[in-house]
């Protein structure tokens, strides 16, 4: 049988990201899928050598934006370790609660998504309705629908008042509603069950060995979450990994669906711990000499950030391992025996992001 090579991407008519990958199909059957990294390629850690270290969480914000939240929390504590800084505790819980905000419109915006992928176009409507919610949350808190630039090294610039924390408990209620009464759709219904179930299998070993991240790990049966590390203030906080065990499209679409509830749990024991103090402690001098290696979970999975002090005001090195990197050879796993037609099914069911890996 003939073996015919399409190129997929990095330009689509249904996916929101340039992935770019070239497929050997035989008779509408994947055989293999090769990836092509680099097309958007913005060169953002390198400015690390000419914009000082304070600037350089304005950079961070930039690696992706759904989830720059958690890029700049990422990034803060690792110079907040590198030059022993304490964070109050109620700079902590804020950033918590924008992080679980940003997890919360982030799967939102996926599962919407994801529906549209298989032609649900009322469910796509539906999340995105919802997700509109959350979105004014981060507009009326911070400024800013997306990029809500909060984080500063040593703490937090904005805080929240007793009027909108009541705001905001009152719209996660209203939001926690409404995406229940999408669950018998989005988990049971016939046409998303069709399309995602026992498609784009990825088995607990291959997960493991291959070194997927986040709900693409956690959908195939694996407990692993950098929250309970018990970074920032998530140690004062009570939760278990969602996991599902079949690993298929299905199971990653739980996956995200449960944590979406999860995220708003979150915030409402955050905000019940959240204590009177500080914003942030102050910052003197520069990052010294050193190196540290500091990690969080982003809606996609483990992010990890390597920083390198030298004494001076830039950084000697940045380097980020986004997840979406991690879950590329989980993705190429998936791949071999799948029909041409689920192709785009299964590239969004990792959820990726070519802003954030390509930077």
């Known amino acids: 049988m003939a073996t015919t090579v399409i190129p997929f991407g990095p ?30 390629h913005r060169g953002l850690e390198k400015l690390a050598d000419i914009r000082d270290y304070h600037q350089m969480i304005t950079v961070c914000e930039r690696v992706c934006g759904i ?7 990422c990034y803060s504590q690792g110079l907040e370790e590198l030059m022993g800084i304490e964070v109050p505790k109620r700079a902590e819980l804020l950033r918590v609660i924008w992080s679980e905000l940003h997890r919360t419109h982030s799967h939102l915006l996926w599962l919407g998504l994801f529906a549209d992928a298989f032609g649900f176009e009322s469910l796509f409507m539906q999340f995105w309705k919802v997700r509109e919610r959350i979105m004014d949350i981060n507009e009326a808190t911070t400024g800013s629908r997306v990029i809500v630039s909060v984080n500063v090294i040593g703490g937090v610039r ?15 209620d209203i939001v926690e509603k409404e995406v229940r009464a999408l669950q018998d759709t989005i988990m049971n219904d016939y046409t998303v069950k ?4 026992g498609v784009g299998v990825l088995t607990k070993e291959q997960a493991y060995e291959l070194g997927a991240a986040g709900p693409t790990l956690r959908g195939s049966g694996v407990a692993q979450d950098m929250r309970m590390l018990g970074y920032g203030g998530y140690a004062e906080l009570d939760f278990e990994p969602i996991v599902e065990t079949d690993g298929d499209c299905w199971a990653r679409s739980t996956v995200r669906f449960r944590e979406t509830l999860q995220a708003l749990d979150l915030v409402r024991q955050a905000v019940a711990k959240l204590p009177e103090g500080e914003l942030r402690a102050k910052v003197k001098g520069n990052p010294p000499e050193g190196e540290v290696f500091t990690r969080v979970e982003q809606p996609r999975g483990e992010c990890v950030y390597y920083i390198r002090g030298n004494g001076t005001k830039h950084l000697d090195r940045l380097r980020i391992r986004t997840p979406t990197f991690a879950n590329i ?7 071999p025996g799948c029909e041409l037609a689920d192709v785009p099914v299964i590239i969004l069911s990792i959820d990726p992001c070519i802003s954030c890996t390509e930077r």
């Open 158 to 172: 904005a805080d929240l008042s007793q009027e909108q924390i009541r705001w905001i408990l009152s719209e996660i």
């Open 67 to 73: 989830c720059s939240m958690i890029h700049a929390v």
């Open 11 to 40: 330009q689509h008519p249904v996916l929101p990201e340039p992935v770019h990958l070239t497929l050997k199909v035989e008779d509408e059957i994947v055989k293999e899928a090769i990836p092509a990294l680099g097309y958007v």
């Open 194 to 197: 069709a399309r995602t179930c």
């Open 329 to 335: 050879p989980p993705l190429l796993a998936m791949m």
